[in-house]
Antibody, heavy 118, light 111 residues
Framework: EVQLVESGGGLVQPGGSLRLSCAAS????????MNWVRQAPGKGLEWVSY????????YYADSVKGRFTISRDNAKNSLYLQMNSLRAEDTAVYYC???????????WGQGTLVTVSS | QSALTQPASVSGSPGQSITISCTGTSSDVGGYNYVSWYQQHPGKAPKLMIY???NRPSGVSNRFSGSKSGNTASLTISGLQAEDEADYYC???????????FGGGTKLTVL
């Protein structure tokens, strides 16, 4: 069974940093591209970042470019999102999603809540 | 403002059919057959319902169908059931610097 489990969310002050993790199981993690997608409270879905299966190709949404860094460790079946210079507008539930050709996520984790507030 | 435009809400009675539209541009919906639809119940993660415009993943009811014409994609749910009440989001690949774009979401109410 495919499972994606996010962790690392919490309350952080504006300007602070947080590192999210996504533990994958039930599939060959190293064969799949992955995405981070977020959802602000009461709002819609917003794509955040993409990483290829090898980690060699990375994309970011303009809203997080220069502040967030996506990475993966295929040996540990894990995906990461390092978030720096956090702003109030980064407050959201962050989901990791397994990408397959044609869509950004066929399986999603349960999400982890990041709250940026003083 | 979301990149793809969806109606904020739709409603229907049990047994009826409804259609949710998703309008983009030639740089996303109109340019690629990479449109997908997600169902999200409150407090839950999104669930893939349709991929590549009209394909259903294994386990998704055949009451759900997708189509596309020009820059507009559509999700149709036939034989509405109470459990279909949820938020629905469309997504498309885009040739812009943003790899994937989502619609603003449509709240489906089953009357």
């Amino acid at each position: 069974e495919v499972q994606l489990v996010e962790s690392g969310g919490g309350l952080v002050q504006p300007g602070g940093s947080l590192r999210l993790s996504c533990a994958a199981s039930g599939f060959t993690f190293s064969s799949y591209e992955m995405n981070w997608v977020r959802q602000a409270p009461g709002k819609g879905l917003e794509w955040v970042s993409y990483i290829s299966s090898s980690g060699s190709t990375i994309y970011y949404a303009d809203s997080v470019k220069g502040r967030f860094t996506i990475s993966r460790d295929n040996a540990k079946n894990s995906l990461y999102l390092q978030m720096n210079s956090l702003r109030a507008e980064d407050t959201a539930v962050y989901y990791c999603a397994r990408e397959t050709p044609g869509e950004p996520g066929d399986y999603w984790g349960q999400g982890t809540l990041v709250t940026v507030s003083s | 403002q979301s990149a793809l435009t969806q109606p904020a809400s739709v409603s229907g009675s049990p047994g009826q059919s409804i259609t949710i539209s998703c309008t983009g541009t030639s740089s996303d919906v109109g340019g690629y057959n990479y449109v997908s639809w997600y169902q999200q119940h409150p407090g839950k993660a999104p669930k893939l319902m349709i991929y590549e415009v009209s394909n259903r993943p294994s386990g998704v009811s055949n009451r759900f169908s997708g189509s596309k014409s020009g820059n507009t994609a559509s999700l149709t749910i036939s034989g509405l059931q109470a459990e279909d009440e949820a938020d629905y989001y469309c997504s498309s690949y885009t040739s812009s610097s943003t790899l994937w774009v989502f619609g603003g979401g449509t709240k489906l109410t089953v009357l």
